[in-house]
């Protein structure tokens, strides 16, 4: 079992790979028989899935009233979750493509994991916008496309701008993240036999590894990782539009866009860390998984988290120095009415708990920062509620105000979104190399290298 | 108590006539097949059959025979042959007759003096006098058995399908109640277990309850909602007039303990000196000052950067809105067309309700039920709002009721119609905020965008599930019946427009209907007349003369820039104005 000591900070030492080829062995281990702690969780998130959709199949039946909405509140916990689910695919996006394209060293043992939650993230997040809407079985008229009655999307209206983005970010994530697994799929079909063999043999598109196909491979990546860093920012800007383009009081702000890009991320990279650490530790990967990985994650929680801090500090200190009684009320209200304490959630998880980042033992430690990530989920989570909810149930007629209680139909949806994103993620950990094996090689530290031209000999 | 119950049939599957004013008769004829299911006879029928069995006939076997006999009888030789007239008259549906006016006079001469009236008695000791009343929607309890009554609500306390028992707030307070506790009232005739809803214009002495609930035995809607003030009472009946007194008991009010939400429709009874509902004193009135041009300076200064015209949020006949420059491509407006506008004259709203239901009827809206309006779920799509105001800061109870009838305001720069994203809801030339029903994917980003949240939503199949076979014969024909995640809203009942469009181009009177020929329900319903509705285009229209007036205002839209094509008339007060008056 490799397990990984830290000598000094940020140095690796790998006292049981002794060789490159020790890294195959490592990481195609995960893809063998399945433990116990696996199976209970699979069973668990394939559960969950049975929630999700019998949830949804009930409230396809019975109508959208089984959710708890109504009027004023029109959008609550799915479109929360929705936002939430976008948000946390931006991370992976960034650490694969910009953080490549800015050659960052420490990306190369969590990228894969952070690409395979990106798209399996925005999977769970496409799924809501058909959720919610009233009359699921007409939800494709928001596609444009050619029709008899010459009826097409209305272009200015965000939620169509939603749609392409959320289906371009999906296809251009999906891409990438195959096209960086092909060499491991590769690998893994040298290792496998049988069934696997068979499957990893077609999906590895006959890769060899000549320095041919590496060469157009790294084309091909860099092309892709250029392509996609645009839509990190993009996306998240396009769903921050559902709301800033609105004229509610507490949505309507050109602060939006790039308040929701630094939320996404922080969020992102938050969620990140919670599937690494139980990753790690289950398949025995701390080798490759090391505190200095997690150092730079968490330095990258605590930069989002400032930037974030500062949008809602300012969202308030606008509302008051804009003198509109409206928007001051809105805000007021975010903070000490109805929903104050979604509100002082939101600030305590994603304002408060972060500033224990700033020391370097929590950094390094990693069961802290597995606690923390969980704050950071749950704060955004409720982000998300405070923007959807506490906007909407107080706006500018007062006699139209209302309150809105998620229905137990809605919290099985949410809690099953979870379990469904869990559920490809399982999956994912077992039929694809979730380390990536070829670029770990490329930074191993020298005498590793040595060592293995050395056993070559 | 009845030992027989007969269905009878409808006015669309009977014979009959009426005098709708005077010097017009106006006569019915059966326009559809009776409704198979009751196997029904109309009462004319019934009674001449009872009659004839029970050997007195009335000459006639059918009510038809009836009718027809009792019309010749009316006819008069000079209108020429009987036969031809009739045929007539079942043509046009009325016809005028020359009416005697003095013919009827007192039934009973009155002499002054002659009634005496003794000063009300009450029983027991308890610390409120009780004061029963008539509820607006239910009479006293004949109408209960209407979902639409019981969906309806009440014009002040805003609560439906239960009762509730008023009280002060103070008189509340020094108790320990709270709205919504369940409190006992016990008279020494009775007692009930009902929730308090608080009323700062209840005096602190008294509680009142609204007749019209606890039916035990009154059918699928009446039965077991609410309860019986009558239990309350003595058997006292007031002497000449034969009435039962309902003011006649002292009751003492104690909690149980338990809770219960009002199935209410008020979100705030404040409007945060917001410009929804403002008044003005009637000592100002003709002294106000008509909003000048310039007096948004502000948002003027912005159409240099692109920004909107706002049409005067005060005063002024906004003929000519969208004003150039202010729109959003939304909607080209074709010259030749009319623009649709109304206008609610908030000083004669009494907030009575009968446009809500007027509505309902005419537009196919569903009621809910009440688990729903606890959810906010309530589908009107007219809304009173209900605001007080005080009139003396110092006496919170001195109060100035505000009512606003609440509807879709066509907004000229309407903020649902960008974000719909499949053009379910667009603006038509002729100014009307459309939607689309069979478009409607459902998203509900027009209702979350909606400033004055006059936008409603089907959350279930309440048009099925709610309106079993045979009430769904109710259905007005001309309008869609909606399906669940559907959005719905006033539509200026467009079918209506569409019908008088239509006739005006047979008869050749070209597009435009003449002022006046058409009327929405909640118009045609509104015993006040305080809605007027029109072509505002045309600046002879009576919509064009009301709203050219001090006291009309845009609700909201000095702030948001939404040009409605709803404008209100303010409130006129006889106190000085001390709060909610924005100006």
């Given at each position: 079992m490799a397990t990984a000591t830290t000598?000094?900070?940020?140095a690796l030492a790998h006292?049981?790979?002794?060789?490159?080829?020790d890294v195959n062995r490592d990481v195609l281990k995960i893809l063998g028989r399945p433990g116990k702690g696996w199976w209970m969780l699979f069973l668990v998130a394939a559960a969950g899935v049975g929630l999700f959709f019998g949830s949804w199949g009930w409230q396809l039946y019975e109508g959208?009233?089984?959710?708890?909405?109504?009027s004023p509140v029109g959008w609550g916990v799915y479109i929360t979750t929705f936002v939430f689910w976008v948000g946390i695919a931006h991370s992976g996006t960034l650490i694969s493509a910009i953080l490549f394209l800015f050659r960052a060293p420490w990306r190369q043992s969590i990228y894969r994991a952070a690409e395979a939650m990106t798209v399996f993230a925005v999977m769970t997040a496409g799924l809501f916008p058909l959720i919610h809407v009233g009359r699921l079985w007409h939800a494709y008229w928001l596609i444009p496309y050619p029709n008899s009655r010459f009826l097409w999307p209305n272009f200015k209206s965000p939620l169509v701008w939603d749609v392409f983005a959320v289906t371009t970010y999906f296809t251009v994530s999906a891409v990438f993240f195959y096209l960086g697994t092909i060499p491991d799929i590769a690998a893994a079909r040298d290792a496998a036999t049988g069934l696997r063999k068979k499957l990893y043999s077609v999906i590895s598109l006959?890769?060899?590894?000549t320095d041919r196909q590496w060469h157009h491979f790294g084309k091909a990546y860099i092309f892709l990782a250029a392509l996609a860093t645009p839509l990190v920012l993009s996306v998240h800007s396009v769903v921050s539009w559902d709301f800033?383009?609105?004229?509610v009081p507490g949505w309507h702000?050109?602060?939006f866009a790039p308040y929701f890009v630094a939320g996404a991320i922080f969020s992102g990279v938050a969620m990140v860390i919670t599937l690494t650490v139980p990753l790690r530790k289950i398949f025995g990967l701390e080798a490759y998984l090391t505190t200095k990985h997690f150092d730079a994650m968490a330095k990258l929680c605590l930069l989002t988290s400032l930037i974030v801090l500062y949008a809602y500090l300012s969202e308030f200190f606008l509302a008051w120095y804009s003198g509109e009684e409206i928007e001051r009320t809105a805000f007021w209200n975010r903070l000490f009415g109805d929903y104050w304490w979604a509100t002082w959630t939101m600030l305590t998880c994603n304002?408060?708990?972060?500033?224990?980042?700033?020391f370097r033992r929590v950094r390094l430690s990693i069961p802290a920062l597995f606690v923390i990530s969980i704050f950071i989920n749950i704060g955004m989570w409720f982000e998300r509620y405070v923007i959807v909810v506490t906007s909407l149930h107080h706006e500018f007629e007062p006699w139209a105000w209302g309150i809105y209680r998620p229905s137990l139909t809605e919290m099985g949806i949410m809690i099953g979104s979870f379990c469904w994103f869990g559920f490809w993620f399982l999956l994912f950990t077992r039929l694809?190399?979730?380390?990536?094996i070829a670029e770990l090689k490329e930074v191993l530290p020298p005498p590793l290298r040595k060592q293995t031209k050395e056993a070559r000999a | 108590m009845a030992d027989l119950i007969l269905p009878d049939r409808h006015f669309l599957e009977s014979w009959g006539d009426s005098s709708?004013?005077?010097g017009v008769v106006a006569l019915r004829q059966p326009?559809?097949?009776?409704?198979?299911?009751?196997d029904g006879k109309q009462t004319g029928d019934v009674l001449l059959s009872v009659a004839s069995r029970s050997g007195?006939?009335?000459?006639?076997?059918?009510f038809y025979e009836y009718l027809r006999g009792r019309h010749r009888a009316a006819?008069?030789?000079?209108?020429?042959?009987f036969e031809a007239a009739w045929h007539r008259m079942l043509k046009r549906g009325v016809s005028e007759v020359p009416e005697d006016?003095?013919?009827?006079?007192?039934l009973r001469a009155f002499e002054r003096g002659a009634l005496t009236f003794d000063a009300p008695m009450l029983d027991g000791d308890g610390d409120f006098t009780l004061l029963v009343h008539p509820s607006p929607r239910f009479g006293a309890g004949e109408?209960?058995?209407?979902p639409w009554m019981q969906e309806?609500?009440?014009?002040?306390?805003?609560?439906?399908w239960h009762s509730w028992v008023e009280m002060h707030p103070d008189a509340a307070e020094s108790r320990g109640i709270r709205e919504g506790d369940v409190v006992t009232v016990s008279s020494p005739h009775g007692s009930v277990d009902v929730p308090v809803w608080l009323y700062?214009?209840?005096?602190?002495?008294a509680v009142a309850l609204a007749m019209?609930?606890?039916?035990?035995?009154?059918?699928r809607w009446g039965s077991d909602r609410g309860v019986n003030?009558?239990?309350?009472?003595?058997?006292v009946v007031e002497q000449p007039s034969g009435a039962f007194v309902t003011l006649a008991t002292t009751v003492s009010v104690t909690p149980t303990g338990r809770r219960r939400r009002l199935?209410?429709?008020?979100?705030?009874?404040?409007?945060?000196?917001?410009?929804i509902a403002p008044a003005v004193a009637l000592a100002e009135l003709g002294h106000v000052?008509?909003?000048?041009?310039?007096?948004?300076g502000e948002l003027q200064e912005l159409q240099g950067v692109g920004g909107f015209v706002p049409v005067?949020?005060?005063?002024?006949?906004?003929?000519?809105?969208?004003?150039?420059?202010?729109?959003?491509?939304q909607y080209a407006e074709p010259e030749g067309l009319a623009r649709w506008a109304m206008a609610v004259d908030l000083d004669k709203?009494?907030?009575?309700?009968?446009c809500v239901t007027a509505c309902q009827a005419e537009n196919n809206v569903p009621w809910v039920g009440e688990d729903q309006v606890m959810m906010?779920?309530?589908?009107?799509?007219?809304r009173i709002e209900r605001y007080y105001e005080h009139?003396?800061?110092?006496?919170?109870?001195?109060l100035d009721v505000r009512f606003l009838p609440m509807i879709?305001?066509?907004?000229?720069?309407?903020?649902?119609e960008p974000v719909c994203p499949v053009f379910a809801t667009y603006h038509t030339p002729e100014g009307v905020n459309a939607q689309i029903y069979n478009r409607c994917?459902?998203?509900?980003y027009c209702a979350n965008n909606?400033?004055?949240?006059?936008r409603v939503y089907n959350w279930y199949r309440y048009t099925d599930e709610n309106v079993p076979e045979p009430m769904n014969?109710?259905?007005?024909?001309?309008?869609t019946v909606r399906e669940n995640g559907v959005m719905e809203k006033c539509s200026f009942c467009m079918q209506r427009i569409r019908d008088a469009e239509n006739r005006s181009v047979l008869e050749g009177r070209g597009k435009i209907p003449a002022d006046g020929e058409i009327v929405p329900a909640c118009q045609q319903s509104c015993p006040a007349e305080a809605i007027v509705f029109g072509n505002?285009?045309?600046?002879?229209?009576r919509i064009a003369r009301v709203v050219d007036g001090e006291r009309t205002y845009r609700v909201l839209d000095e702030l948001?820039?939404?040009?409605?094509a709803v404008s209100y008339l303010k409130k006129v007060t006889f106190h000085e104005v001390v709060s909610g008056g924005h100006e």
């Open positions: 000598t000094e900070r940020g006292p049981d790979v002794h060789q490159l080829g959208i009233g089984v959710s708890g909405l109504n006959g890769w060899r590894g800033a383009m609105a004229i702000a050109t602060i304002g408060l708990v972060p500033i224990m980042l700033w694809l190399p979730p380390v990536a | 709708p004013r005077a326009a559809m097949q009776p409704v198979p299911h009751f007195s006939p009335l000459g006639a076997v059918t006819h008069r030789p000079a209108s020429g042959d006016r003095d013919a009827g006079g007192p109408f209960s058995n209407s309806l609500p009440d014009p002040v306390s805003k609560i439906t700062p214009g209840i005096r602190e002495d019209g609930g606890g039916h035990a035995d009154f059918g003030a009558m239990d309350l009472l003595p058997a199935a209410t429709t008020e979100g705030s009874d404040d409007q945060h000196d917001r410009p000052a008509r909003e000048e041009e310039g007096a948004h005067p949020a005060e005063g002024g006949a906004p003929e000519a809105f969208p004003l150039e420059g202010s729109r959003h491509g709203c009494t907030g009575c309700s009968a906010g779920r309530e589908m009107h799509w007219v009139v003396d800061a110092s006496h919170a109870s001195h879709c305001q066509h907004c000229g720069n309407a903020p649902c994917v459902g998203t509900r909606c400033p004055y949240k006059v014969w109710q259905w007005n024909p001309d309008v505002i285009r045309d600046p002879n229209s948001i820039n939404t040009q409605p």
